[in-house]
C-alpha cells in the first residue's frame, strides 16, 4: 500500500500528513494549534477524514492542536502512557504495534530524553522521531525542560542507532530548512549521533549553555490542559525553543556576532555607503505593529539558507540582519558568516529598538 507523508507547518514546528495514496483516511502528527484552521480547511477541501491526532510528547514550545482537531473531527488523541495531557483517549507503550488503515505496521518506541513521554513511530520506510532526534546538525531537542532527562536522551538515540539505516527521519522540527533524509546519514552527519559514552553525553549537553525558557512551564500546563486557546500562554515570536542551540556545529556557535545599536545604524544609513539591510522575519511581520525599515531585502530565516544565492550582488557589502529582537538574526548572521559573507552584523535589539531609537 502507497503511503504519503506531507509536512504542513511553514515553519520550524513540523507537523506531518499522512495518510493512503487515494484513500480518505489520514492522520496529523503534532499539529500545532496556531495553523488548526488552515488544517480544518484542508480536511474539508480534500474529503479527509481525519481517524488519528498524534503527539510525539508533550510540547513546551507551542500549543498542541489535537483537543481541537478532536473536537472537530472526533478523531482519537494519541500519545504515550505516561503523558499528562487529559484528553488524550488513545495511550500507547512502548513496542505497541499499531496497524494503521487496517494494513500499515506501525511501530511505537519510547525514546525518552527531550521528554519523559516522548516517542518514535516506525514506519516501513520512515521514522518520525519527535524531538528525540532532529536532522543534521540540527541535533536533536533540548534536555533541559521539565521532564527532561540527557542519559534517558543518550539511551533513545543508541536505540535509534540500531533501527534500519535507511529509514527517513521526519523530526518535529527543524530550523534551518533541512531536507529529511536517512537514519544513516544522521549517523554520519548529526552530531548528537555520534559515539560516546553516556557520561561523554551528558557534559556535550552541559557545555552548550542554553539559555532560560521560563515561558515554556505556561505552554506546559497548557498542554496538560487540552487549551483550545491559541492565546492560553505567551509564545515569543522569536524563540527556535527547543533547538539545542551549539550543535549548529562547533565552529558557528563559537563564531562571534557584531551588533549595532539601532542610533548608529541610523546614522549609517545617512552616510554614502549605507548598509544592506537583511530583515529575516515572516512576511506577516513586516506588515505588522512593529513594521520595517524602507528598502530591506526580506529573506526569511526558514529559508534563508536555501535563498543565499540570491544575495550574490550584495554579499561584499556591509550587511545588517534585521528581525524582531534581535534573536534571529543572530541566528542568520552565523549561518551568512558560515557561508563566507564577510560583513555581517546584527541590529542590536531588532525592530523593537529601532521604533524606540532616538
Ligand atoms: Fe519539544
Known amino acids: 500500500m502507497e503511503l504519503f507523508i506531507k509536512q504542513l507547518n511553514p515553519h520550524s514546528c513540523r507537523t506531518y500528513l499522512i495518510g493512503r495514496e487515494g484513500g480518505g483516511e489520514v492522520i496529523l502528527i503534532d499539529p500545532v494549534l496556531d495553523h488548526f484552521l488552515e488544517y480544518a480547511d484542508m480536511l474539508k477541501a480534500g474529503h479527509l477524514q481525519l481517524t488519528h491526532v498524534v503527539d510525539s510528547h508533550t510540547h513546551a514550545d507551542h500549543i498542541s492542536g489535537a483537543a481541537a482537531l478532536k473536537d472537530f ?24 504495534e499499531w496497524k494503521l488503515f487496517d494494513r500499515v505496521q506501525v511501530r511505537v518506541l519510547s525514546t525518552p530524553g527531550h521528554t519523559q513521554d516522548s516517542i ?58 533541512r531536507k529529511p533524509s536517512s537514519l544513516g546519514q544522521q549517523k554520519r552527519t548529526n552530531p548528537h549521533m555520534k559515539a560516546r559514552s553516556k ?28 487549551a483550545r486557546d491559541p492565546k492560553a500562554a505567551w509564545i515569543p515570536v522569536d524563540a527556535a525553543a527547543c533547538e539545542v542551540k551549539g550543535t549548529l556545529d562547533p565552529g558557528v556557535n563559537e563564531m562571534q556576532v557584531t551588533s549595532i545599536p539601532p542610533r548608529v545604524l541610523k546614522q549609517k544609513m545617512k552616510s554614502s555607503s549605507p548598509p544592506v539591510l537583511l530583515d529575516v522575519r515572516e512576511k506577516h511581520e513586516l506588515a505588522g505593529n512593529l513594521g520595517h525599515i524602507d528598502g530591506i531585502v526580506h529573506i526569511p530565516i526558514g529559508s534563508l539558507v536555501e535563498r543565499i544565492p540570491e544575495m550574490e ?46
Not at 86 to 96: E, K, L, P, T
Not at 326 to 354: F, Y
Open 199 to 226: 557520561e561523554e553525553f551528558i557534559r556535550y549537553l552541559e557545555d552548550l549553555r542554553l539559555g532560560p525558557a521560563d515561558w515554556m512551564k505556561d505552554v506546559l500546563k497548557a498542554n496538560y490542559a487540552c
Open 120 to 177: 518514535s513511530l516506525v514506519f516501513p520506510e520512515w521514522i518520525l522521531t519527535g524531538d528525540t532526534l532532529f536532522l543534521d546538525d540540527g541535533g536533536a531537542g533540548r534536555d533541559d525542560l521539565p521532564g527532561g532527562d540527557p542519559g534517558a536522551h543518550w539511551e533513545s538515540l543508541k536505540r535509534l542507532s540500531g533501527l534500519p539505516e535507511h529509514l527517513i527521519v521526519y523530526p518535529a522540527h527543524d530550523y534551518r530548512n
Open 313 to 358: 550582488n550584495i554579499k561584499d557589502r556591509e550587511i545588517v540582519v534585521v528581525c524582531r529582537s534581535g534573536a534571529r538574526a543572530h541566528t542568520a548572521a552565523q549561518i551568512l558568516s558560515k557561508a563566507g559573507i564577510p560583513n555581517v552584523s546584527v541590529l542590536s535589539g531588532g525592530m523593537i529598538a529601532w521604533n524606540t531609537a532616538r
Open 73 to 96: 473531527t472526533e478523531c482519537s488523541y494519541v500519545m504515550y502512557k505516561d503523558a499528562p495531557a487529559r484528553c488524550v483517549d488513545f495511550s500507547v507503550d512502548d513496542g505497541f
